[in-house]
């Protein structure tokens, strides 16, 4: 059981140029998330969805892309490249569930992105 | 809206000491709780979780968290740390719309003294 697998591991770009980073699960979980990780900062919800065909933002979309035509995949898609998106991104799954509940999210093991 | 307080950015502990971790929440409803704990160069895992019920849940490796509202506080702790245990605490919180979007605190890294 793969679990979530998070491709490339490490990436350096310049700035201005684009590129995905990709995510994908195989729980047959509903509900997807990226997260970008900054010292001192925690995380943060950079885009969510709750099923194939459906996104939306969460706390700090810009210059960020998702798309979900599958359930089991979620790319994210820099635009254009900046200094300020170096970071560590990490991409989450869980299954949603009906209010009263809730489930665990499992993580990937992260993208670290240096954008120089 | 909903946050997460984490006041200590790095907790160094003796092994075998006891340790308390803080975490403190904000929200117009009520919420799910968590501990994330991450290793050195990997992902999250889920730690323990406060959904509802007993306020007191435990994990499997020792550490437990107490639901306190009237503090809004989910605090995590160990009676005895290991060397095993070095490794950065996630506070998270979720609330109870079906909503799965976690907010994080900056997190706690925990550092074990031999």
């Known amino acids: 059981n793969a679990g979530v697998t998070q491709t490339p591991k490490f990436q350096v770009l310049k700035t201005g140029q684009s590129m995905t980073l990709q995510c994908a699960q195989d729980?047959?979980?509903?509900?997807m998330s990226w997260y970008r990780q900054d010292p001192g900062m925690g995380l943060r919800l950079i885009h969510y969805?709750?099923?194939?065909?459906?996104?939306d933002q969460g706390e700090v979309p810009n210059g960020y892309n998702v798309s979900r035509s599958t359930t089991e995949d979620f790319p994210l898609r820099l635009l254009s490249a900046a200094p300020s998106q170096t970071s560590v991104y990490f991409c989450?799954?869980?299954?949603?569930?009906?209010?009263?509940?809730?489930?665990?999210?499992?993580f990937g093991q992260g993208t670290r992105l240096t954008v120089v | 809206a909903q946050s997460v307080t984490q006041l200590d950015s790095q907790v160094p502990v003796f092994e075998e000491a006891p340790v308390e971790l803080r975490c403190n929440y904000s929200s117009s409803v009520s919420v799910y709780l968590f501990w994330y704990v991450q290793y050195p160069n990997q992902g999250l895992q889920l730690l323990l979780k406060?959904?509802?019920?007993?306020?007191l849940v435990e994990s499997i490796n020792g550490f437990e968290a107490e639901f306190n509202k009237s503090q809004t506080s989910f605090h995590l702790r160990k009676p005895s740390v290991h060397i095993s245990d070095t490794a950065e605490y996630f506070c998270?919180?979720?609330?109870?719309?079906?909503?799965?979007?976690?907010?994080f605190g900056t997190g706690t890294r925990l550092t074990i003294i031999p």
């Open positions: 969805s709750v099923g194939a065909g459906i996104t």
């Open positions: 406060y959904l509802s019920g007993s306020t």
């Open positions: 998270a919180v979720s609330d109870r719309g079906g909503n799965e979007k976690l907010t």
């Open positions: 989450a799954s869980s299954y949603r569930t009906p209010p009263g509940l809730n489930t665990e999210a499992f």
């Open positions: 729980m047959n979980h509903e509900y």
